[in-house]
């Protein structure tokens, strides 16, 4: 059975509350990205950029049997950070539990009053891509891509 996104946000909440200083969550979330290959620059397309966001900020994805697969990158570090925690949110759930999950981990790891307007903005706009991407998908081939 796939997993639900309730069970991606609580997982990644207790992961990164365990850790009681919001300043070093943000530095736990910038460490756990340096681990991950970047977004091949054949990937790094204005189709496949999320447009909102301050920093550029690219997102791919694609459906197979049912399940998303995303894969993020932005050219700071920082955003980059936060595109991969949204990333993990949304990974490997079935299509219908992107589209009704509601994406409150930012304020759940007690991060949202320390970041900007600007990039709260950024973080809104990145939601509604996975979102969008999920529901074309579903609509057509399983090719997330705009």
Known sequence: MAATFAEHLHCLVDEITCI??????LTLLIDRVKRRPPLPESARTEA????????AVWL?????????YFQTDADS???R???ALYQDLYNKLPVD???RGVNTVIHDIGLGE???????QGLAAMDLRFKQLALK??????????
Not at 20 to 25: M, S, T
Not at 60 to 68: N, P, R, V
Not at 114 to 120: A, H, P
Request: hydrophobic share 30%; proline share 8%; net charge negative.
């Open 60 to 68: 791919q994805g694609e459906i197979t049997d049912g399940i998303c």
């Open 20 to 25: 009681p200083d919001p300043q070093e969550r």
């Open 81 to 83: 950070a936060l595109a």
């Open 77 to 79: 570090p920082m955003v």
């Open 48 to 55: 496949n950029r999320v447009h909102g966001c301050v920093s």
């Open 114 to 120: 320390r970041l900007s307007g600007t990039r709260i």
């Open 137 to 146: 998908a579903s609509q057509g081939s399983g090719d997330a891509s705009p």
């Open 97 to 99: 539990e992107v589209l």
